[in-house]
């Protein structure tokens, strides 16, 4: 075989093995780097160097030269017989001084031939099965008559030989062609493989529906975290707020008080000179031997005639205060701090304990054939072409339209975005609602909460039910608002989604029936948000 001498000649007279990293002597001759480098070592403790393989003598030390040309062809050859040896993995049985690939294997001889030994095969034992290079020949024999493996019972589901099919105990059973047989299990095989291919694809699909839906629940819990973060620096912020307001009225009402009683301690103070003078006075004239003088001196008041001015004066600039230990004032502190802490308790309710978003889409059936309805069911605009849709008894006919979904339990919301013209409404109704009179409105009648948009009168806003309107006393600056629908609780509350989100109101009502969304456009448009 070619690649038996050009291994030879690829071979270090050193080491006898393969080069490596070749160096060249000025003879000639090529060793490998590690293998020459130890030879002239050792030589130089003598002081004489020599060619190991020609034995041609050096007087010193010869240069060594790597031999570029010599290493590409071991690397290409290195090459070469790692593909083949990758390929088969099987070495020829012959071959003993070096590993060459097989490119044959004989079933008689139950050997490996590599292409020089194979050629020389092919010419003696011509009858000889040849197969591709296998180290399993002696299973592709029969055990008992040692012969080649040809046939396939299939009573007994066995590869035999002739002997077993003509006088063994495979005689008189139903055989077939190894080639036959194994179409016919490959048949059978591809059938199994397309069976798990498809169930292959099934689990895939499963395995990427989970995926999906893991991903989407740490989006969505991260989504939660980045939230509770966000409410609660909110919070801290609110409190923090709170916290210097209430501190800086403390102090406000402090200097005040103050003020106020340095005023009436200077007051005092005057009042206790004139008291100690009169004593002195008084005193002087108790202690005169003369009756003349004494007598001759003016009458002094009584005082306890004294005692209204006294009283009156001593509550000057006491205006917010009504006692000496503040008491009154303090309680009024408390009751703010109280009424503030529980307005921002029921902002943070809507910000976080209301979990379920609600997806509104509007029922078309039930909208006023002067109400456009979007594709998605999402947005319903006032418009003069009248929609020719059918006359029934649930559509209304003073512009609004009506949800699908309707709510009978738990804690939900839903945005909306009004436009800047026109007027519109929008809030929750029974289904029992009428839908033909002029009463049936949005908050004209007890079956329907409503918050009203008057965009045209100075950002004037209102809430109505049952035909009883409040005016909202905030000055709307926001086009979007948000409707929550606590319905154990009987709360439906409106929000203007600015920043910080600002309660405007809430109803309190006990629920008899489900809620539905519904909006009132009459000139510009409302649109539902989508979900979040």
Request: aromatic letters at 6%; one cysteine or more.
């Amino acid at each position: 075989m070619a690649s038996d001498g050009l291994r030879k000649e690829l071979t270090c007279a050193i080491c006898k093995d393969i080069y490596t990293d070749p160096l060249t002597l000025r003879c000639g001759h090529n060793f490998c780097r590690d293998c020459i480098d130890g030879v002239q070592d050792t030589e130089g403790g003598y002081g004489e160097y020599s060619c190991p393989e020609c034995r041609v003598r050096f007087h010193k030390q010869p240069p060594l030269q790597k031999n570029i040309t010599l290493c590409n062809i071991v690397k290409n050859f290195l090459a070469t017989q790692t593909h083949q040896e990758e390929i088969t993995g099987i070495c020829c049985t012959y071959c003993v001084d070096y590993s060459v690939p097989a490119a044959k294997s004989c079933l008689m001889c139950e050997a490996s031939l590599c292409d020089k030994h194979l050629k020389v095969h092919i010419e003696t034992a011509t009858d000889h099965v040849l197969t591709e290079p296998s180290t399993s020949l002696k299973n592709r024999k029969c055990s008992i008559h040692r012969k080649i493996l040809e046939y396939y019972c299939t009573e007994d589901a066995a590869c035999i030989c002739v002997s077993c099919s003509l006088v063994g105990e495979h005689r008189g059973h139903r055989v077939e062609m190894l080639d036959e047989a194994s179409g016919n299990k490959k048949g059978k095989l591809r059938h199994v493989l397309q069976k798990l291919i498809t169930k292959r694809m099934k689990t895939e699909e499963r395995v990427w529906s989970l995926e999906e839906r893991r991903r989407k629940a740490q989006e969505k819990a991260s989504g939660e975290a980045e939230r509770v973060t966000a409410l609660f620096i909110y919070i801290r912020t609110r409190v923090d707020d709170l916290e210097k307001r209430i501190l800086s009225d403390i102090k406000r009402q402090e200097a005040k008080m103050l003020l106020s009683l340095s005023a009436l301690n200077h007051q005092l103070e005057i009042k206790k000179d004139e008291l100690s003078r009169r004593i002195r006075h008084i005193e002087e004239l108790c202690n005169m031997m003369d009756p003349l003088t004494v007598l001759q001196e003016p009458d002094l008041c009584d005082p306890e005639e004294e005692e209204d001015d006294e009283d009156t004066g001593g509550h000057d600039g006491g205006d917010d205060y009504t006692g000496d230990d503040g008491s009154d004032w303090g309680a009024e502190l408390i009751s703010r701090i109280s009424h503030k802490l529980s307005a921002m308790i029921r902002d943070i309710n809507v910000i976080f304990y209301v979990q379920d978003r609600a997806d509104i889409l509007l029922d078309v059936n039930t909208g006023d054939n002067n109400l456009l309805i979007s594709d998605d069911l999402k947005t319903a605009t006032w418009t003069l072409i009248t929609e020719n849709r059918p006359e029934t008894a649930e559509r209304f006919l003073y512009y609004q339209v009506m949800s699908r979904r309707g709510f009978t339990s738990g804690r939900h919301y839903w945005d909306v975005e009004g436009s800047r013209s026109g007027g519109w409404r929008v809030g929750m109704c029974y289904p029992s609602i009428d839908r033909r009179e002029r009463q049936s409105s949005i908050g004209n009648n007890n079956k329907s909460w409503g918050l009203h948009g008057r965009l045209w009168r100075n950002n004037q806003y209102s809430v109505r039910h049952d035909s009883n309107e409040i005016r909202l006393p905030h000055r709307i600056s926001s086009d979007r608002f948000r409707i929550c629908l606590d319905y154990e609780a009987g709360q439906l509350s409106f929000y203007e989604l600015c920043d910080p989100i600002r309660h405007l109101h809430t109803f309190t009502a006990t629920f008899s029936e489900p809620l539905h969304a519904v909006l009132y456009v009459c000139g510009g448009a409302i649109k539902i948000s989508g979900r979040s």
